[in-house]
């Protein structure tokens, strides 16, 4: 079992910078990839980016260039620094881990679809 817990989130003016944060704890080493996905009421839940086991990483189009992906293996903490935030990046942000080795493009088209533990979300906004 892995339990998610995020911190970080808030409001920012766009342009601006906000990192997130998320720590694993359990079984962390049943995890092959961890990954961030968004939500707005609305719309389809979507794929973020993502962080193999082994350090591959994958971003959704509207965030490459802006955001990234990381992790503190020795903390089990996932983090997601979101640069030059737009307002179209107010979300609810997820963390998440997948236990089994499926495409993460197959994952990231189905939002998140496939991955087995979730956090509770993190509430983003942008201020323009």
């Known amino acids: 079992q892995v339990q998610l817990v995020q911190s970080g989130g808030g409001s920012v003016q766009a342009g601006g910078t906000l990192t997130l944060s998320c720590a694993a704890s359990?079984?962390?080493?049943?995890?092959?990839?961890m990954g961030w996905f968004r939500e707005v009421p609305g719309k389809a839940r979507e794929g973020v980016a993502a962080?193999?086991?082994?350090?591959?990483?994958f971003y959704g189009d509207s965030v490459k260039g802006r955001f990234t992906i990381s992790r503190d293996d020795a903390n089990n903490t996932l983090y997601l620094q979101m640069n030059n935030l737009k307002p179209e990046d107010a979300a609810m942000y997820y963390c998440?881990?997948?236990?089994?080795?499926?495409?993460?493009?197959?994952?990231?088209?189905?939002?998140?679809?496939?991955?087995?533990?979730w956090g509770k979300g993190t509430l983003v906004t942008i201020s323009s």
């Open positions: 359990g079984s962390t080493e049943s995890w092959y990839y």
């Open positions: 962080i193999a086991k082994r350090g591959d990483t």
């Open positions: 998440a881990a997948a236990t089994r080795a499926l495409p993460m493009n197959w994952i990231f088209e189905r939002g998140g679809y496939g991955m087995d533990y």
